[in-house]
């Protein structure tokens, strides 16, 4: 069996970064592990006279490094974004770094690998851009320098495509960040036909957990896209009653029971 072909190096984006040092080093890293890409975006001023102290073995990465001013823009093209946090919670999903396989990703695409500053990490609306969201595991200060993070996460990035080239089998093929946008998009379209109440922003951050910082199978999606069609379908040519944007939900079997209805 012939291996798979060897991976593009990702992306490396540093979201609004404080200290040059640290951009320093990171230019070092992109370039011991072979990355052509580090964009920064919205650095602080005057990052650049830190960076040529600590890129002094590499001042061709500092000097082609891209400054954008928005996250969006910096990873417009990738269709996987994994960006890395150090905080979780329930509208904040995060996978283990070891979830970060050469098999999430299309290898002729690009892809990012997304960092947050010093101070805060990646925020709320940062993380809104991601398909999906890592933590580095330690055992003791929670917090990693950023430049720390990076090295880490190339490593693990370096040794798993070197076992995926060995291992045969096929990569899942999963749905990239803008069929991710598509499926809500068309989410949102079918509820409001139903007359559901699509501007309730617990419907958003649904969205965005299952959805956003999630990979879905694409044919999963396509299953998805397909029961939506259905629907809409059936709401075009059968006579149903309007329903309006705040009708009561019917209720299931189990709570008519509790109600001491039984079902009809």
Excluded at 136 to 156: E, K, Q, W
Excluded at 184 to 195: I, K, Q, V
Aim: glycine residues 8%; contains cysteine; hydrophobic residues 40%.
């Amino acid at each position: 069996m012939t291996p798979p072909a060897q991976e593009a190096p990702p992306r490396i984006v540093l979201a609004r970064p404080r200290t040059g040092e640290n951009v320093g080093l990171i230019a070092r890293l992109c370039a011991n592990f072979g990355i052509d890409e580090l964009v920064l975006v919205d650095p602080a001023p005057g990052w650049r006279d830190g960076a040529r102290r600590t890129a002094s073995m590499c001042p061709e990465v500092v000097a082609r490094v891209r400054i954008l001013s928005a996250l969006e823009e910096a990873v417009a093209d990738c269709l996987h974004v994994h960006g890395f946090t150090a905080r979780c919670g329930r509208d904040r999903p995060v996978r283990d770094l070891l979830s970060l396989g050469p098999g999430d990703r299309p290898r002729e695409r690009p892809w990012a690998l997304v960092f947050g500053n010093e101070e805060s990490g990646l925020s709320a609306a940062e993380t809104r851009c991601c398909t999906a969201l890592h933590t580095i595991r330690t055992f003791g200060l929670p917090s990693l320098n950023l430049s720390h993070a990076v090295a880490i996460t190339l490593s693990h990035w370096s040794l798993a495509e070197s076992q995926a080239r060995n291992r045969p089998g096929s990569p899942r093929a999963l749905v990239d960040r803008q069929g991710s946008l598509l499926l809500a998009d068309h989410l949102r379209r079918s509820l409001s036909a139903w007359g559901f109440q699509i501007d309730d922003p617990h419907l958003e951050g649904c969205l965005d957990r299952l959805l956003g910082t999630r990979l879905i199978e694409t044919r999963d999606a396509r299953v998805l896209h397909r029961i939506l069609t259905h629907l809409e379908w059936v709401r075009d040519r059968v006579q149903l009653p309007e329903v309006g944007l705040h009708a009561r939900p019917i209720a299931s079997e189990d709570e008519q029971g509790a109600a001491g209805q039984g079902p009809a």
